[in-house]
């Protein structure tokens, strides 16, 4: 099966493109197209990273080649990295606005091009920020189950490892999911948190030392105040700043930490590309397995007799034909009641940023 990276030459999308092939999770007999933009920088970059991804893996890469125009775009999954990134200086503010505005035509781009010269089966991977912008877009263009935004999987593995890291274990002991929305707007779901080897008393005893007198009512200043905390630390004082992120719970470890990490200047791309990696190698791979994504939903959940309809990060069963349903046991008040907020606030954002009534995201 064939992959296509859009916007292979950032800093995610190289790291996709070396991951997928040295992971074997490309084969030989596959192939990876590189996407770039004619006549740009991206599109003269493309030629040389495939030149560079050859002389590295040789002996088992796929086959390469660059597209340079969105009708060019033909893979059984694509993987969304293209587009504007958040600024890495601590002291500039993140306007997801104007994040959303330069990437929208990007979005639409691409997601009209794969509608009209597409296969009509592939699966498209949301890499690019705004996530939940990238799945709404590409959903109403192509039906919303063959599109999975990876920014609730990649804060559900953060999740899972500052969990690990405090009980000094493997995250792969570890169960649980973040849900809501990529970034400040996420939703970790502390009831659906699993430990191997423990059963359900032992596992509620240790959650509970690990979270604390807390809920998800306070979690969102937490974060804002544990940034405040970093930010009055300053951006020389990168050591201590990462000392600091120890002193914290988990969940907010989980929120601040790729926070810290970007704003330090060495960004997040290998995590993110890992996340990635891991969804496209489950798509080609033919399993269904359950992850956490961005998903169009159309009314399958409600919180606090709230139905949700539009985009949110929540358990969903995904296999080699996109995502089939959305799996949730009965969740904590607290963590309905965040959702439910989170929702709406997405689907506000979502409703400034595009035009109101355009395409069918209920396909």
Known sequence: MDVAVLGATGDVGRAVCAGLIERRVIRPTSRLQLVGRSGGASGRAAHGLRADLIDAYDEHAPFIDVASEPDDVVADVVVVAAGRTVPTAPDQVIDRDALAQANLEIFETYAQALAAHGSGHEVVIVVSNPVE????????????????????????????REIAAALGIRRQRVGGFVAGQHGDGAVPLWSTVRLRGLDADERRGVVARLRGDRDLDTFVDEVAHAKQDLARLGRGAAAEAFALV???????????????????????????????????????????????????????????????????GLPVVVGPDGWSRILLDDLAVDEERRLAAVSRQISSALAAWTSAGVGDGGR
């Open 133 to 160: 912008l990238g799945v709404d877009v590409f959903a109403r263009a192509l039906g919303r189950h063959r599109v999975i935004g990876m920014g609730a999987w990649l804060d559900t593995l953060r999740f899972r």
């Open 246 to 312: 120890e002193e914290w719970p988990p969940d907010v470890k989980a929120v601040v930490r790729p926070y810290l990490t970007h704003t330090s200047g060495a960004k997040t791309a290998n995590g993110t590309a890992g996340a990635a990696i891991e969804m496209v190698d489950t798509l080609l791979d033919g399993r269904e397995i359950v992850v956490a994504g961005q998903v169009a939903v159309a009314g399958e959940v409600s919180f606090g007799g709230e139905s949700v309809h539009g985009v949110l």
